[in-house]
């Protein structure tokens, strides 16, 4: 069992940014791959961002490719978002998730554990 918990979310103008976390729980988290996802209110989740177990593969959304950057510190047993040059079309719902396969993948059907989620919000 992994217990997932995200931070960081909050209110920030457009182009400003914000770091995202999500802690791990338990003493695989490296062997895990995570997923970063949102969703905004009466839209589907949506995959944003993923990172292999190792760190070195990422795969990333259209949306977000060039603004966000996924990163891992399997020594804290966390994973983290940086979201860079925020829009307000960014607002939503962050969900980070984590699965024993460890290889980056963007189908959310795949990951095992989700975190409860934290908002962030933009202002144009």
């Known amino acids: 069992q992994v217990q997932l918990v995200e931070s960081g979310g909050g209110l920030v103008q457009a182009g400003g940014s914000l770091r995202l976390s999500c802690a791990a729980s338990?003493?695989?988290?490296?062997?895990?791959?995570v997923g970063w996802f949102r969703q905004a209110p009466g839209k589907e989740r949506e995959f944003i961002a993923t990172?292999?177990?190792?760190?070195?593969?990422?795969y990333y959304a259209d949306s977000v490719k060039g603004r966000f950057t996924i990163s891992r510190d399997d020594a804290k047993d966390t994973a983290y978002l940086q979201m860079n040059s925020l829009k307000p079309e960014d607002t939503a719902l962050y969900y980070c998730?984590?699965?024993?396969?460890?290889?980056?993948?963007?189908?959310?059907?795949?990951?095992?554990?989700w975190g409860q989620g934290t908002q962030v919000t933009v202002s144009s």
């Open positions: 338990g003493r695989t988290f490296r062997s895990y791959a």
């Open positions: 990172i292999n177990a190792g760190g070195g593969t990422t």
């Open positions: 998730a984590v699965h024993r396969d460890g290889f980056a993948t963007i189908l959310d059907s795949r990951y095992n554990y």
